[in-house]
């Protein structure tokens, strides 16, 4: 570590324009706090995710008002992860910090999260003790998928825990390998390794707006990161077929045992037809199971990129020597009477 280190808050947003306003000057007087204490010279990354609101006109205004954010706006909507690792490839230096949109996440924990680092992990994520402003059927839903996908991926993935996390340079530059087009960025967090650490803290109601997730966009998450981060899916669809083969096989028996001692003169069709959709059934889920994976790996052999940029726009600051941005940041900190 360098007496000056670096930051960077990542902040992917979609039709987030009610709350980037809101959500920047509480970022600004955390950064001014960690410049004015000659901890860390910090800056903040927008991404526009194809928004259709005001998002990026509002970001532009921020951006005019402080020369510390950078922007980056996408070519259209490609999703919250594709746009998370847009903004985290044009991190070259120093460390990252992902922060929602939403604010759900208070940026207030930051320091907390940059004293993990110095002591010299690589990964600090945020885990949430509660979900403030989530009906009960969110919260129970995301608490069991955290549980299932624990025990059936063998890559690490903490439990409760979203993108609130910070990430060092190491860490950085492992998950920039990582190009596999179906991401789920908890389980690459989480593949990806080094050391580290976990932060409990309660999580926030939103500030403004809604959540641009639903509940099939969650579901299709879950499937996302389940697929992704484990076979456990197909191997249990082996299982299955096997138990299934061992369970008609057994009842074959049955009925010719039957047939051989009592006789059988009149066909079973109430049993047929149950065994007949029991065994389609079962046959369909395990097609389907196949299907997802075939489907990724459909994916993942066009090689399309995983992102387009249509405008990147550095922070001002970043373009100065040392001595000038930190002249920069004091300025700023001394107009905001931090």
Do not use: C
């Amino acid at each position: 570590m360098t007496n000056r280190d670096r930051l960077t808050v990542l902040v992917a947003a979609y039709n987030e324009a009610d709350n980037l306003p809101l959500l920047q000057p509480r970022i600004a007087a955390v950064l001014d706090a960690l410049a004015a204490d000659h901890r860390v010279d910090g800056q903040v990354l927008y991404v526009d995710d194809g928004s259709s609101d005001a998002t990026w006109e509002v970001m532009r205004a921020l951006a005019a008002a402080d020369p510390r954010i950078a922007l980056l706006r996408l070519s259209r909507n490609f999703g919250k992860e594709l746009a998370l690792t847009a903004g985290l490839d044009r991190i070259d230096e120093g460390a990252a910090l992902i922060l929602d949109a939403d604010a759900q996440d208070p940026p207030e924990l930051i320091p907390q999260f940059v004293a993990k680092w110095r002591e010299g992990y690589d990964d600090v994520h945020g885990t949430r003790l509660e979900r403030e402003g989530e009906g009960w059927l969110k919260r129970s839903t995301a608490h069991a998928f955290y549980r299932v996908i624990g025990r059936l991926s063998k890559t690490p993935i903490p439990a409760d825990t979203g993108d609130f996390r910070l990430l060092s340079p190491r860490s950085l530059q492992g998950l920039r390998q990582l190009r596999e087009r179906h991401r789920f960025m908890k389980g690459l967090f989480g593949w990806v390794g080094y050391n580290r650490v976990s932060i409990a803290y309660h999580r926030d109601p939103r500030m403004a707006g809604h959540s641009k997730f639903n509940f099939w966009k969650l579901w299709n998450l879950a499937l996302e990161g389940i697929t992704s981060f484990s076979t456990a899916p197909l191997r249990l669809a082996t299982y299955l077929g096997l138990l299934t083969a061992l369970v008609a096989f057994l009842y074959g028996v049955l009925i010719i045992v039957k047939a051989l001692a009592w006789g059988d003169p009149v066909a079973g069709w109430p049993s047929m037809m149950a065994v007949i959709l029991f065994l389609g059934g079962v046959q369909l889920i395990a097609l389907g199971l196949i299907g997802e994976y075939l489907g990724r790996l459909y994916e993942e052999s066009k090689q399309r990129p995983l992102y387009l940029i249509d405008v990147w726009q550095p922070a001002q600051v970043s373009r100065m020597p040392d001595e000038a941005r930190a002249d920069v940041v004091r300025d700023i900190t001394g107009r905001t009477g931090s």
